[in-house]
């Protein structure tokens, strides 16, 4: 992560250019935290690199294969698209979303935070052995 800016670094060179950065107080289920500028202007920082928030985050990914992913990092998906193939209820299908949901402990942020041997890029070899580690391929 010695590439990476963390919030903080970001908040500096931001206040240091355009003046004072305040943060915005505000209940929200976004992955952003919130900042005003002097002039009025609103900013966010998604700081998941170096403060992830796995332990408050509502986010799930489906993809167009039917898959659904309950972290941007993990290795294996739930297959929704077969049961409800195979004619699942909507309540059948809310059940059993509520209950994988509950029982999730993904926390690929803080996973990835964690690795000491961290690069900028990971290998390509890497990538062909474990291709959920490219987000895009989840719509991250």
């Known amino acids: 992560v010695r590439d990476v800016l963390s919030r903080a670094e970001m908040l500096r060179t931001i206040a240091d250019a355009l003046g004072p950065v305040t943060a915005i107080e505000e209940v929200s289920s976004a992955p952003a935290d919130r900042f005003r500028l002097p002039d009025g202007q609103t900013f966010g920082i998604i700081s998941s690199t170096t403060e992830p928030f796995c332990r408050s985050c509502d986010r799930s990914r489906l993809t167009a294969d039917g898959l659904w992913y309950r972290c941007l990092y993990a290795r294996e998906g739930t297959d929704l698209r077969g049961p409800l193939r195979a004619g699942m209820s909507r309540a059948e299908l809310s059940t059993l979303i509520d209950e994988i949901w509950a ?10 935070l ?10 390509i070899e890497t990538l062909q052995k474990e291709p959920h580690l490219e987000m895009h391929t989840r719509g991250g």
């Open 114 to 123: 964690a690795a000491g041997d961290r690069q900028p890029l990971i290998p």
């Open 103 to 112: 029982a999730r402990t993904d926390r690929g942020a803080e996973v990835r």
